[in-house]
């Protein structure tokens, strides 16, 4: 059964910064597209982030793109997201996921953690 664990969140200022962490177990990691999505209280969850096999390519949601970065480590089975210039609208659960597609679609991720809160004060 596949794994995922998150770590790293907590309670932030507008303006600062957190790096979110995901430890994969059970999974090929490197056969597997790793991505973050984030739910905010009362919506649904939103595709945040998402990078390739490799690492070589990345895609964010707009809202994110030049303060989030998505990276990954397949020797260690971690990816990671830095969040710089965090707002109040990025607050919510964080969801590490994992595919072996190149998609954005929630459904097309087979696996999810368990989530990590990170809530963002004004």
């Known amino acids: 059964q596949v794994q995922l664990v998150e770590s790293g969140g907590g309670l932030v200022q507008a303006g600062g910064s957190l790096r979110l962490s995901c430890a994969a177990s059970?999974?090929?990691?490197?056969?597997?597209?790793m991505g973050w999505f984030r739910q905010a209280p009362g919506m649904e969850r939103k595709f945040v982030a998402r990078?390739?096999?490799?690492?070589?390519?990345?895609a964010y949601t707009d809202s994110v793109r030049g303060r989030f970065t998505i990276s990954r480590d397949n020797a260690k089975k971690m990816v990671y997201l830095q969040m710089n210039d965090l707002m109040p609208e990025d607050t919510g659960v964080y969801y590490c996921?994992?595919?072996?597609?190149?998609?954005?679609?929630?459904?097309?991720?087979?696996?999810w953690g368990q989530g990590t809160q990170v809530a963002v004060s004004s």
């Open positions: 990078i390739s096999w490799s690492g070589n390519t990345t």
């Open positions: 996921v994992a595919s072996t597609s190149w998609s954005h679609r929630d459904r097309d991720f087979h696996s």
């Open positions: 059970n999974l090929i990691f490197s056969q597997n597209v």
